[in-house]
């Protein structure tokens, strides 16, 4: 079965910066692609990051130059570090895998989803 935990999540200044970590079990992770997608109140879930089997990584717009997605195969986990964090950057973040895939952008190309991790900007 296929489990996905992420952590790393918390309360943070504006400017300031979060590691986020998500990782998986039950999965032969070299063959996922992986991604990172956030869901901020009353807001419908939006693509944050990507990172593809190869290592090509995807960052949305909102978040390039500050975000960065990487991942470790030995130890079959992604991260997301957060720099220069923003108010509204405040959201639960959600890890997901895609067995073979690109690296997609659209939330609906992913076959297995964590939890989320709870992140707060305060101003």
């Known amino acids: 079965q296929v489990q996905l935990v992420e952590s790393g999540g918390g309360l943070v200044q504006t400017g300031g910066s979060l590691r986020l970590s998500c990782a998986a079990s039950?999965?032969?992770?070299?063959?996922?692609?992986m991604g990172w997608f956030r869901q901020a109140p009353k807001k419908e879930r939006e693509f944050v990051a990507a990172i593809s089997r190869s290592g090509g990584e995807f960052v949305a717009g909102s978040v390039k130059g500050r975000f960065t997605i990487s991942r470790d195969n030995a130890k079959n986990t992604v991260y997301l570090q957060m720099n220069s964090l923003k108010p509204e950057d405040t959201a639960v973040y959600f890890c997901a895998a895609d067995l073979y895939g690109p690296g997609s952008i659209r939330e609906h190309d992913y076959d297995n989803w964590g939890r989320g991790t709870q992140v707060t900007v305060s101003s």
């Open positions: 039950g999965l032969t992770f070299s063959r996922y692609a």
